[in-house]
């Protein structure tokens, strides 16, 4: 089935540790896209991609890194910079020219 | 920038009756989309409903229908017939026509259906 695979589903650092969430789509689609929720809050995007090799801030990007080295992967890091690291972060992903935005199940970051 | 506004944080309605979610955005785009997505606990984001802006006829799939009034900038969802399974958070979500797949989201509404 094609769709899009977050993992961990749950995920605990230390603080001043940096962690990698993982995002991977097989609905070969071009844009991938990381947003971060919290309680009471609407998503937030972090970052996002539209090609191979090429990504750009989105509207709270401090303290976070991604990579697109392949099309079907796009993961994020979230380093100890970020002050506040724990929220619930959710993958997407779309296709050129769709409109729909397609979500992963998400990852629960707990900073302990 | 757009903004993206559900003032509603929190909803309830018995099975089988209708309800109607409010959202509100303000864009100077002309050529844009609205969505409506539901969470439920399982934090799944699923599609409900999506219309474009320069279609004057309102979205309807199935229980779900938008009231898209597009000079107030106003985009409500009304579900008929609520079932417990639509028991979720509700967020409304604007993509303008130039920003490929970007989404901008309200803060969501919690709608409870009660047996």
Known sequence: DGGITQSPKYLFRKEGQNVTLSCEQNLNHDAMY?????????????YYSQIVNDFQKGDIAEGYSVSREKKESFPLTVTSAQKNPTAFYLCASNSQVGSEAFFGQGTRLTVV | AQTVTQSQPEMSVQEAETVTLSCTYDTSESNYYLFWYKQPPSRQMILVIRQEAYKQ???????????FQKAAKSFSLKISDSQLGDTAMYFCAFRGGTSYGKLTFGQGTILTVHP
């Open chain 1, 34 to 46: 990381w947003y971060r929720q919290d309680p009471g809050q609407g998503l937030r995007l972090i």
């Open chain 2, 57 to 67: 006829q309102n979205a309807t799939e199935n229980r779900f229908s938008v009231n």
